[in-house]
Nanobody
Framework: EMQLVQSGGGLVQAGESLTLSCAAS????????IGWFRQAPGKQREAVSC????????DYAQSVKGRFTASKDNDKKTVFLQMRNLKPDDTAVYYC??????????????WGQGTQVTVSS
């Protein structure tokens, strides 16, 4: 069974940092791009970052560029999202998924369980 299990998240103050982890199992980790998404209360889910399967390409939403960094450890089959200088607007439930946009992610249908990130002002 293909699975993504998330860890990390929590409550921080504005300007602080957090790192989310997404551990993969049941599939060839280095054959799929992994995306991070988030959904804030009352808002649609949005793509936050994309990390290519080859680990040589990353893309970020404009709102997080320069503050968030996606990376992966193939040996641990884990993808990370390092979030720096967090802002209250970053408050959301964060998800990792196979695929970097809603279409491919929906097609693969493999999502992490979600983790809450809350940034207080």
């Amino acid at each position: 069974e293909m699975q993504l299990v998330q860890s990390g998240g929590g409550l921080v103050q504005a300007g602080e940092s957090l790192t989310l982890s997404c551990a993969a199992s049941g599939f060839s980790f280095d054959e799929f791009a992994i995306g991070w998404f988030r959904q804030a209360p009352g808002k649609q889910r949005e793509a936050v970052s994309c990390l290519s399967y080859s680990n040589d390409y990353t893309d970020y939403a404009q709102s997080v560029k320069g503050r968030f960094t996606a990376s992966k450890d193939n040996d641990k089959k884990t993808v990370f999202l390092q979030m720096r200088n967090l802002k209250p607007d970053d408050t959301a439930v964060y998800y990792c998924a196979i695929g970097c946009s809603e279409g491919p992610a929906a097609a693969f249908g493999v999502w992490g369980q979600g983790t809450q990130v809350t940034v207080s002002s």
